[in-house]
């Protein structure tokens, strides 16, 4: 097991610079072993470098240098983002050098149990409404990870009697070797970064990794609807516990009744269902009704039966879960309503960079949708979407490096109000562009969804950005 003292005087290195690589370092310095950071980008791009100089710490930016790594290295503290065929990694590898995401280094030092939630959709949402739950429940949760704050700075403050909740991306969990959540969560797999992973196999195992050290006494909770999901869990460490909204369970959290499917259907007759946990005995609990839920669609209840497995899971009275349950909206950027501007509607998706997330916001609203898609291009056909832009859509502005690939799909569904905006030099006002020809092609009653199926990197330095430069043309239109 890793003693943070153990590393004093030994060097350690840090690739990439962020949040997350600024806490490894300061976190290695403070016992002091000997620090050396490393980011490709250029000094100017990296404006945590004067941070860290004047603590003494070593920052090497605009390349990597051959003897970066060594035979003297203790340790490789990497950037989630950055590949593993990146020369120091493989360097280190060749080495026999550890290399590891600061998520693991995290888990050695949290004082509290940890919370650990992954899953190619939903993550930030469900990660966001657990801490609600369990500040509720007078549980102390502190929520750090990948939905933006680095878990081993926040390993450092979270009280022992509390919980550390993590967003877990499939990034940092590669990284991980003796990462053990005493409660982990598997929302759902899709298809997805496979430009970093290489194959599915490599990003479903970056996965199940967060499961590998649990113990008998550890939770394992996951999504009975998704097969991989179900799959994985055969061999799952810790004790089992399932959530759906299309099955009945005999233990778990499920909608009861179930639902046909995890997508609306045609002529699907509506009745009062409840969200339900079922214990070991088989006895039934009703916490809340789904139209009771303050977030929208059967993915938010998905991610609503998660976060109330957790919060059971970590001892929380389900009582004290209803009201937070009906008044949470949601986070920024995940089918975030913006305004009503001309009488047409605007939601702020950004958050959405796969197909699947964002099949699942379109079903979750009403039809004469307007899409504005399209971003980084990963390889996808996006052929998957093809049967709701057929079903549900009135029209597609497409932009970013995938766009002639939204718009052939938005041609192939029958769409015949395509705008494919091509780019200017200022990806801003790309994006503006798309806003102005979404508006056009909606009449009041419409609604213009940015939910772009791919991540913002071709355009924007993040999903955030992407969303707040929406947004704002919304405002200004």
Same mark, same amino acid.
């Given at each position: 097991?890793?003693?943070?003292?153990?590393?004093?005087?030994?060097?350690?290195?840090?690739?990439?610079?962020?949040?997350?690589?600024? @806490?490894? $370092?300061?976190?290695?310095?403070?016992?002091?072993?000997?620090?050396?950071?490393?980011?490709?980008?250029?000094?100017?791009?990296?404006?945590?470098?004067?941070?860290?100089?004047?603590?003494?710490?070593?920052?090497?930016?605009?390349?990597?240098?051959?003897?970066?790594?060594?035979?003297?290295?203790?340790?490789?503290?990497?950037?989630?983002?950055?590949?593993?065929?990146?020369?120091? &990694?493989?360097?280190?590898?060749?080495?026999?050098?550890?290399?590891?995401?600061?998520?693991?280094?995290?888990?050695?030092?949290?004082?509290?149990?940890?919370?650990?939630?992954?899953?190619?959709? +939903?993550? #930030?949402? #469900?990660?966001?409404? =657990?801490?609600?739950?369990?500040?509720?429940? %007078?549980?102390?949760?502190?929520?750090?990870?990948?939905?933006?704050?680095?878990?081993?700075?926040?390993?450092?403050?979270?009280?022992?009697? +509390?919980?550390?909740?993590?967003?877990?991306?499939?990034?940092?969990?590669?990284?991980?070797?003796?990462?053990?959540?005493?409660?982990?969560?598997?929302?759902?797999? $899709?298809?997805?970064?496979?430009?970093?992973?290489?194959?599915?196999?490599?990003?479903?195992?970056?996965?199940?990794? /967060?499961?590998?050290?649990?113990?008998?006494?550890?939770?394992?909770?996951?999504?009975?609807?998704?097969? =991989?999901?179900?799959?994985?869990?055969?061999?799952?460490?810790?004790?089992?516990?399932?959530?759906?909204?299309?099955?009945?369970?005999?233990?778990?959290?499920?909608?009861?009744?179930?639902?046909?499917?995890?997508?609306?259907?045609?002529?699907?007759?509506?009745?009062?269902?409840? &969200?339900?946990?079922?214990?070991?005995?088989?006895?039934?609990?009703?916490?809340?009704?789904?139209?009771?839920?303050?977030?929208?669609?059967?993915?938010?209840?998905?991610?609503?039966? $998660?976060?109330?497995?957790?919060?059971?899971?970590? %001892?929380?009275?389900?009582?004290?879960?209803?009201?937070?349950?009906?008044?949470?909206?949601?986070?920024?950027?995940?089918?975030?309503?913006?305004?009503?501007?001309?009488?047409?509607?605007?939601?702020?998706?950004?958050?959405?960079?796969?197909?699947?997330?964002?099949? /699942?916001?379109?079903?979750?609203?009403?039809?004469?949708?307007?899409?504005?898609?399209?971003?980084?291009?990963?390889?996808?056909?996006?052929?998957?979407?093809?049967?709701?832009?057929?079903?549900?859509?009135?029209?597609?502005?497409?932009?970013?490096?995938?766009?002639?690939?939204? %718009?052939?799909?938005?041609?192939?569904?029958?769409?015949?109000?395509?705008?494919?905006?091509?780019?200017?030099?200022?990806?801003?006002?790309?994006?503006?562009?798309?806003?102005?020809?979404?508006?056009?092609? @909606? $009449?009041?009653?419409?609604?213009?969804?940015?939910?772009?199926?791919?991540?913002?990197?071709? /355009?924007?330095?993040?999903?955030?950005?992407?969303?707040?430069?929406?947004?704002?043309? @919304?405002? =200004?239109?």
């Amino acid at each position: 097991m890793m003693q943070l003292t153990s590393y004093r005087g030994r060097h350690v290195v840090v690739l990439g610079l962020a949040r997350s690589g600024v @806490a490894a $370092a300061k976190l290695f310095h403070s016992v002091g072993a000997v620090v050396v950071v490393n980011d490709k980008k250029e000094r100017e791009q990296c404006p945590e470098a004067d941070e860290l100089t004047a603590l003494g710490i070593s920052v090497v930016c605009g390349h990597h240098p051959d003897d970066l790594v060594t035979k003297e290295t203790a340790l490789l503290v990497k950037n989630p983002g950055i590949p593993y065929s990146a020369a120091p &990694i493989v360097s280190a590898l060749q080495l026999g050098v550890e290399v590891v995401s600061e998520v693991e280094v995290a888990g050695h030092l949290s004082p509290a149990p940890i919370i650990g939630i992954t899953g190619s959709n +939903g993550k #930030t949402t #469900t990660t966001t409404l =657990t801490g609600v739950l369990l500040e509720a429940a %007078g549980l102390k949760p502190l929520v750090a990870g990948n939905i933006g704050r680095p878990l081993s700075e926040a390993s450092l403050e979270v009280a022992e009697d +509390g919980w550390l909740v993590a967003e877990l991306s499939s990034f940092q969990l590669k990284g991980t070797s003796e990462f053990r959540p005493r409660i982990a969560c598997l929302l759902n797999v $899709a298809e997805t970064h496979l430009d970093y992973h290489g194959s599915m196999e490599d990003y479903v195992a970056s996965k199940a990794k /967060m499961f590998e050290n649990q113990k008998n006494g550890d939770i394992a909770i996951y999504n009975e609807d998704d097969e =991989t999901c179900r799959r994985l869990a055969n061999d799952f460490q810790g004790k089992r516990f399932p959530f759906s909204v299309t099955r009945t369970l005999t233990q778990g959290i499920m909608v009861d009744p179930p639902y046909s499917s995890i997508r609306p259907a045609e002529n699907e007759i509506e009745q009062e269902r409840w &969200i339900v946990s079922i214990d070991e005995d088989g006895e039934k609990n009703r916490i809340i009704r789904v139209d009771e839920l303050g977030i929208p669609g059967r993915h938010n209840t998905a991610n609503a039966l $998660a976060a109330i497995a957790i919060a059971l899971a970590a %001892g929380a009275n389900p009582q004290l879960l209803v009201e937070p349950l009906r008044h949470f909206r949601g986070v920024e950027h995940r089918l975030e309503f913006v305004g009503t501007f001309g009488g047409v509607k605007f939601y702020n998706d950004s958050k959405a960079t796969n197909p699947m997330a964002t099949t /699942m916001s379109i079903l979750s609203l009403p039809s004469q949708l307007i899409l504005i898609a399209g971003g980084l291009d990963r390889g996808s056909d996006y052929m998957e979407l093809l049967p709701v832009f057929r079903d549900r859509l009135k029209g597609v502005a497409a932009i970013g490096e995938t766009r002639e690939k939204i %718009g052939k799909v938005a041609a192939l569904s029958g769409l015949t109000n395509v705008k494919i905006v091509e780019p200017v030099e200022d990806a801003e006002q790309t994006l503006r562009r798309a806003v102005v020809e979404a508006a056009a092609m @909606a $009449a009041p009653g419409d609604i213009v969804l940015l939910s772009p199926a791919c991540a913002s990197w071709d /355009m924007f330095p993040s999903y955030e950005v992407r969303g707040r430069i929406f947004k704002q043309s @919304a405002h =200004t239109l």
